[in-house]
């Protein structure tokens, strides 16, 4: 299993570009999140799916889109960045809701200009 | 609604003294709740997590966590500081369909 996958790496964009980031599991997990790491802030839910279709706000959605039309695949996408996204991006699978241990991808570190 | 304190952003120990990392919760209900490490440029790693079996939680790589109730605290553990251990350390409590994060301590461990 390569677990949760994440692209790309490093990101640089500037103020008003949008572009999606792409992550996978293939464990077959319903649920599957976003969260952003800013220093000194812990990780902050930006978007999660219970299942393929379900999706719903955390607690940062505003500039960000998700959308879930497989089991696998969760797709984050920044509309017009903007400097404030700059930051770590995680995603992260678990076979069911929050209560159950949570894999984490590798990371995205996006820098917008 | 639920969340979680850590009450150190950073703590400094010597190789082969205790590790003490501390958490308070709150919650409405019986929480589930987690502790993740995360070393230089790496994702999220599970070390524990507590859903109301025993109180005591051991977890990988010699850490442990006790539940408090009448404290609301799940402080992390370890008897003798590698260096390996040098990362950082999340308390995570589970909310309903989210994960609220602490903002992380920081553990330095010198030679």
């Known amino acids: 299993n390569a677990g949760v996958t994440q692209t790309p790496k490093f990101q640089v964009l500037k103020t008003g570009q949008s572009m999606t980031l792409q992550c996978a599991q293939d464990m077959n997990h319903e649920y599957m999140s976003w969260y952003r790491q800013d220093p000194g802030m812990g990780l902050r839910l930006i978007h999660y799916?219970?299942?393929?279709?379900?999706?719903d706000q955390g607690e940062v959605p505003n500039g960000y889109n998700v959308s879930r039309s497989t089991t696998e695949d969760f797709p984050l996408r920044l509309l017009s960045a903007a400097p404030s996204q700059t930051s770590v991006y995680f995603c992260?699978?678990?076979?069911?809701?929050?209560?159950?241990?949570?894999?984490f991808g590798p990371g995205t570190r996006l820098t917008v200009t | 609604a639920q969340s979680v304190t850590q009450l150190d952003s950073h703590v400094s120990v010597s190789e082969g003294t205790p590790v003490l990392l501390r958490c308070n919760y709150s919650?409405?209900?019986?929480?589930?709740l987690f502790w993740y490490v995360q070393h230089p440029n790496k994702g999220l790693q599970l070390l524990l997590k507590y859903t109301s079996a025993a109180t005591l939680v051991k977890g990988i790589n010699g850490f442990e966590a006790e539940f408090k109730k009448s404290e609301t605290s799940f402080h992390l553990t370890k008897p003798s500081a590698h260096m390996s251990d040098a990362a950082e350390y999340f308390c995570?409590?589970?909310?309903?369909?989210?994960?609220?994060f602490g903002t992380g301590t920081r553990l330095q461990v010198f030679p």
């Open positions: 799916s219970v299942g393929a279709g379900i999706t």
């Open positions: 992260a699978s678990s076979y069911y809701r929050t209560g159950y241990e949570q894999y």
């Open positions: 995570v409590v589970s909310g309903t369909d989210k994960l609220i």
């Open positions: 919650s409405s209900y019986s929480p589930s």
